[in-house]
C-alpha cells in the first residue's frame, strides 16, 4: 500500500512540474519580446565652452547608444520652461558619435540638450549649461 501511494505521489508531482515548466515557458517567451533592461537609448553632451560672448559659436560632442547611423539630432534649449529646437543639427556618424556647431545670441544662461529618436522613441542627453554675455 505505501508504495502506491508513493508512485502516486510522484507521479503527481511530476505532472505539477511539467505543468509549471510549460506555463513558466510561455511567460518567459512573453517577456523576452519586451525590451531589455540595458537596451535603453542614451545621449551624451560635452559644450567645448562654458562661457561665450553672445554671436560665438560653441561645439556640441558626444556619443549616443541605440540610435542608428545617419540618425537626425537637433539642439534644443529651454526658454520659459518649454524646451525648443534650434537651426543647429547633426547626424550620428559612424562610431556613434556626433559633433553639432551653433551660435549662441540670447545672453543669460542658456540650458542645452540634444534630441534624437530611436526604435523606442525619443531621446535626450542631459543638460549643458553655457554663459552667453
Known amino acids: 500500500?505505501?508504495?502506491?501511494?508513493?508512485?502516486?505521489?510522484l507521479?503527481?508531482?511530476?505532472?505539477?512540474?511539467?505543468?509549471?515548466?510549460?506555463?513558466?515557458?510561455?511567460?518567459?517567451g512573453a517577456v523576452a519580446v519586451g525590451p531589455t533592461p540595458g537596451s535603453m537609448a542614451s545621449i551624451t553632451v560635452k559644450a567645448d565652452k562654458t562661457e561665450v560672448k553672445?554671436?560665438?559659436?560653441?561645439t556640441f560632442t558626444g556619443r549616443t547608444k541605440g540610435l542608428k547611423i545617419g540618425s537626425p539630432l537637433v539642439l534644443?534649449?529651454?526658454?520659459?520652461?518649454?524646451w525648443t529646437s534650434?537651426?543647429?543639427?547633426?547626424?550620428v556618424k559612424k562610431g556613434s558619435s556626433y559633433a553639432l556647431i551653433a551660435k549662441?545670441?540670447?545672453k543669460g544662461a542658456e540650458?542645452?540638450?540634444?534630441?534624437?529618436?530611436?526604435?523606442?522613441g525619443?531621446?535626450?542627453?542631459p543638460t549643458a549649461t553655457v554663459k552667453v554675455k
Open 1 to 9: 500500500m505505501t508504495s502506491v501511494l508513493r508512485q502516486h505521489g
Open 11 to 28: 507521479r503527481t508531482l511530476g505532472a505539477g512540474a511539467l505543468s509549471v515548466a510549460l506555463l513558466s515557458g510561455g511567460t518567459a
Open 54 to 58: 553672445a554671436g560665438d559659436k560653441v
Open 76 to 82: 534644443q534649449h529651454e526658454k520659459s520652461g518649454k
Open 86 to 91: 534650434l537651426r543647429a543639427t547633426a547626424k
Open 104 to 106: 549662441l545670441n540670447t
Open 111 to 120: 540650458h542645452l540638450r540634444i534630441a534624437g529618436t530611436s526604435e523606442s
Open 122 to 125: 525619443k531621446v535626450y542627453s
